[in-house]
């Protein structure tokens, strides 16, 4: 059997193996690779240095586990540059599953300082997904009436200035599934949006940051780390930047690799059975 | 239940909202707003109840197969149920095992299920995405600049992530916008389909 025959039949375990290893060499031994600032993290980050203190922002969390490697480091850091800025936040969540993320997210924040229901609140679960949304645009205590504690909102002082969209100086919803129900429901409202989303996604937020319907977004951890990086606050976005460039690019070797063995192969008739 | 509540009534109900929503949309109707308002508050709070069906639904499913004792299923019931049980009564009594449960168990599982179907992505990519036509060719090309444009370091090198940049600017951005349109058009064609009470999935109908 040639090399290349051996190359086109390679056991997939080795290439787990491979992929293991670039995972965790770089935790291991940081090997501190650029990590240059994407113009749609630029424009996010401008967005909100812009606001005054005391503005309010919103983030939404509609995410849950499988999905919280990506997303959560973006939340985190959203969170920690508001609250260098003195803004206040509200929390809200359109899926089942962000509810506590949202509360573990503003605690790892940093947000325990500030004086929940003044300076900062959860909404909690907010059923009926698109209609949920449409809903909470136009009336917020009309949609829900308690935050995730089970409080009255008209109980929490910072609701009082939290009344819908126009509310907000700021809205980040962060998805792990379709963002256009998002953009449809918030964009156009004269608030500035962004969207928090996987890498997965980047082609379609492409398309919403050159229409104008949103103002940037943060793309997977890359996105939080080049914000960790331009509010110099360096977090688990950062420390993952490393293992991003290796495991990419060997993503990009094994597509390379993977057809030109086969094709050699398959033009050997030796490997399609023939004597 | 007679035929009449079990698939006219919801069919006139859904035509009433339908044709109420979309003429408020356009024409200015004294106290619309409000009305439209409160008709999305009532499906929030049917979206809740769905969820509440949701999970009895499951217990109705996986009660059933514990009764009958169904061979090989039983036990993943018996796990379901008990994990159900856990989290709703935590969540409900005892507010910090909840929390627990939830960042240490549930996110967890999460995370691996996706772990785990990623090593088989990069696995498929080495031995299934292979070029046969023209086709496969220009989905391996977009594959690898998007790739390329994706790993941070590339974006030190000048005009490496650009290629990716432009494709998902250029191309992804003109064929999203298509397929948007044309998903939009099919939405439209469907509410029109619903409106003449021809979609009855909602009501246990055959389409």
Not at chain 1, 3 to 27: A, N, T
Not at chain 1, 154 to 171: C, E, H, R, T, V
Request: charged share 10%; proline share 4%.
């Amino acid at each position: 059997m040639s090399l290349l025959e051996k190359l086109d039949q390679l056991d997939r375990r080795i290439i787990f193996l491979i992929l293991l290893l670039l995972c965790f060499f770089p935790v291991l031994m940081p090997l501190g690779l650029p990590v240059p600032v994407s113009p749609a993290t630029t424009s996010a980050y401008n967005a909100m240095v812009t606001l005054k203190p005391n503005d309010i922002i919103c983030m939404t969390f509609d995410y849950a586990g499988g999905s919280a490697a990506e997303l959560y480091p973006q939340n985190l850091v959203i969170l920690k540059h508001a609250l260098k800025l003195n803004l206040r936040a509200v929390a809200v969540s359109f899926t089942v599953g962000g509810l506590e993320l949202a509360d573990q997210c503003l605690a790892e924040a940093g947000w325990g300082s500030k004086t929940y229901g003044v300076d900062y609140v959860n909404l909690g679960f907010v059923a009926g997904t698109e209609t949920g949304m449409a809903a909470f645009v136009k009336d917020i205590q009309a949609t829900i009436s308690a935050d995730a504690r089970g409080t009255p909102l008209s109980q929490i002082p910072i609701m009082n200035d939290a009344k819908n969209i126009n509310s907000f100086k700021y809205l980040a919803f962060t998805t792990s599934t379709s963002q256009d129900m998002y953009v449809r429901q918030f964009s156009g409202k004269g608030v500035p949006i962004i969207g928090c989303i996987q890498s997965l996604y980047f082609s379609v937020l492409q398309v919403y940051m050159g229409s104008g319907q949103i103002v940037g977004f943060l793309n997977g951890l890359r996105g939080s780390a080049e914000y960790e990086v331009m509010i110099k606050e360096l977090g688990i976005g950062a420390i993952s930047m490393d293992q991003a460039s290796l495991t990419h690019w060997f993503a990009v070797l094994l597509l390379i690799m993977g057809n030109i063995t086969s094709y050699f192969v398959r033009k050997n008739p030796r490997a399609k059975g023939g004597k | 239940m007679s035929n009449f509540m079990r698939t006219q009534f919801p069919i006139a109900i859904f035509i009433i909202c339908q044709f109420y929503i979309f003429f408020e949309f356009f024409i200015p109707i004294p106290g619309g707003p409000a009305l439209t308002a409160l008709l999305g508050k009532w499906v929030v709070g049917v979206s809740n109840f769905a969820l509440l069906l949701g999970a009895l639904n499951l217990i109705r499913f996986h009660g059933k197969n514990i009764v009958q004792q169904t061979k090989n299923e039983w036990y993943h019931g018996a796990i379901i149920l008990a994990s159900m049980a856990a989290m709703f009564l935590s969540g409900w009594f005892f507010k910090p095992v909840y929390t627990w449960l939830y960042a240490n168990i549930y996110t967890g599982l999460n995370t691996a299920l996706m772990c785990y179907v990623g090593f088989y992505f990069y696995s498929a990519m080495y031995k299934t995405f292979k070029v046969r036509n023209f086709e496969s060719f220009i989905t391996l090309f977009a594959c690898i600049t998007m790739l390329i444009a994706n790993a941070p370091i590339s974006g030190t090198v000048w005009g490496l992530a650009d290629i990716g940049v432009w494709i998902a600017n250029v191309p992804g951005s003109g064929a999203w916008r298509g397929f948007l349109m044309s998903a939009a058009l099919g939405m439209f064609a469907v509410a029109i389909r619903a409106a003449m009470g021809l979609e009855r999935a909602y009501t246990g109908g055959s389409d």
